[in-house]
C-alpha cells in the first residue's frame, strides 16, 4: 500500500468519525429541542374555562379527537376513518354520529362545513347538528362535516350525494373559516386547500425526497421549529399573503359565494332547500377572547377576506344567505381558538340555525 493510499484512508477515516460525531451531536440537539417545545408548549384547550365544570371529561374529548386519522375519498381529498371511543364515534361512511333515531320518511338536514360543524372540541352529543336533533327529534339529521373542509370541498361532497341519493331534504353550509385560513397561506392558490402542499410533496416526489423528509424529522424538524418560535411574529407575517392582496381577496370571496350558488341550484333542482351560512371567527365582531392567544396576523387575513364576502352578500342580496359571522358577540366564553367552540357555542348555533328555518 503506498504512503498516498494510507493518507487517503487516514483522511477518510477522520472524515467519517467527525461526521458520525456531528450526526448524534445534531440527533441530541434536535431531541432537546423536542422535549423543550413539549415542556413548554401552550396549555390544551381542554383547561380553558370553557371546560371549568367538566375539566376531565373535556381531556377526554381531546385526547380521542387527536386519534381521529384520515384517508383519501374522490374528489373531496379526504374523510374521516371509522372510529370508537368515549366521546366521538365516526361511522363507515367517514361522518361523525348524530345520536338519536333517525326514521324513515321523516324530514331530512343534512349539514355540511369543516371542524366546526363536525364538532371539534365537544362530544357526540353536543355538536351543532346534535343540538338541531334535539330540538327536533322526529326529522333525520346528518353531520356531513370534515375536518378542514373549506366551501368547494363542500361542494363537491354534496355532488357526490346527489349521484347516489334520490332525497336531498334540506342542506346547510356552514362556511368561511376554512376558506380564509387555509387560502390565505403563501403558499397556496386558489382554489385550493389545506393540504395542497403536503399532497403536491407526495404526488410529485420520488425516493430522494422521503429520504429528505426523514433526515429532516430526525435531525433538524424540531431545531426548524424552536427558531420558528423564536421568531414567531417575522413568520407569521410571511406565512400568509391575503392582506394587501386585493386580487386573492377577491378568488377566496368569489369563490365562496359561486360556490353556494352552485350548491343552491343543484339542492334546488333536487327539490331540496339550502341555506348558505357564513360562520363566525374570533377575528370578526365583539366576542370576549382575552383568555386566548388569537394570531394576530391570521386574524387580519381572516378579516380581510370576511369583509370581501359581507360585501358580496349585501350586493347579490340572496335570502338563502345568512351573515352570522357576529353571533358570538357576548360575554360567555365560546371560543377555544380562532374558530372552533366549546358545546355552548354549537347550542347557541344550532337555536339560531332552527330560528331562520323556521322564518
Known amino acids: 500500500m503506498t504512503r498516498f493510499n494510507e493518507r487517503m484512508i487516514a483522511y477518510t477515516r477522520v472524515i467519517t468519525i467527525n461526521l458520525i460525531i456531528f450526526l448524534i451531536l445534531l440527533f441530541a440537539i434536535n431531541s432537546a429541542c423536542w422535549v423543550y417545545l413539549k415542556n413548554t408548549r401552550e396549555p390544551s384547550r381542554s383547561e380553558l374555562p370553557n371546560y371549568e365544570s367538566e375539566r376531565t371529561y373535556a381531556r377526554k374529548i381531546f385526547k380521542e379527537y387527536n386519534k381521529v386519522k384520515q384517508q383519501y375519498e374522490p374528489f373531496t381529498e379526504w374523510k374521516a376513518l371509522p372510529f370508537q371511543g368515549e366521546t366521538t364515534n365516526i361511522l363507515g361512511t367517514g361522518e361523525r354520529i348524530v345520536p338519536g333515531i333517525n326514521l324513515n320518511g321523516t324530514p331530512i338536514y343534512r349539514f355540511f362545513g369543516g371542524s366546526t360543524m363536525w364538532g371539534e372540541g365537544s362530544d357526540d352529543s353536543r355538536t351543532i347538528p346534535a343540538y338541531f336533533k ?157 383568555y386566548l392567544q388569537l394570531d394576530e396576523t391570521l386574524g387580519q387575513n381572516v378579516v380581510a377576506v370576511y369583509k370581501a364576502v359581507q360585501k358580496l352578500i349585501k350586493e347579490n342580496n340572496y335570502d338563502w344567505i345568512i351573515d352570522m359571522s357576529d353571533t358570538f358577540d357576548n360575554k360567555q366564553s365560546i371560543y377555544i381558538d380562532f374558530c372552533h367552540v366549546s358545546p355552548l357555542g354549537n347550542k347557541i348555533m344550532a337555536d339560531a340555525i332552527i330560528k331562520i328555518l323556521e322564518q
Not at 161 to 190: K, M, R, S
Not at 266 to 284: D, E, K, M, T, W
Open 134 to 290: 334535539q330540538s327536533k327529534p322526529d326529522t333525520q339529521v346528518i353531520n356531513h362535516g370534515q375536518l378542514a373542509y373549506n366551501s368547494r370541498q363542500n361542494l363537491e361532497k354534496l355532488i357526490n350525494l346527489l349521484t347516489q341519493l334520490d332525497t336531498i331534504g334540506t342542506v346547510i353550509f356552514y362556511d368561511g373559516v376554512n376558506d380564509a385560513a387555509f387560502l390565505c397561506p403563501t403558499e397556496i392558490e386558489v382554489p385550493g386547500h389545506r393540504l395542497v402542499p403536503s399532497f403536491k410533496r407526495k404526488i410529485d416526489g420520488d425516493n430522494v425526497d422521503y429520504v429528505l423528509i426523514f433526515l429532516d424529522k430526525v435531525f433538524i424538524s424540531n431545531i426548524k421549529r424552536l427558531i420558528n418560535r423564536l421568531n414567531y411574529s417575522n413568520q407569521s407575517t410571511l406565512a400568509y399573503n391575503c392582506v394587501g392582496n386585493e386580487e386573492k381577496i377577491s378568488q377566496i370571496a368569489q369563490g365562496i359565494i359561486r360556490n353556494w350558488e352552485m350548491a343552491h341550484t343543484l339542492v334546488s333542482n333536487s327539490g331540496g332547500r339550502f341555506v348558505a351560512i357564513l360562520q363566525p371567527v374570533a377575528f370578526i365582531g365583539n366576542p370576549e377572547v382575552d
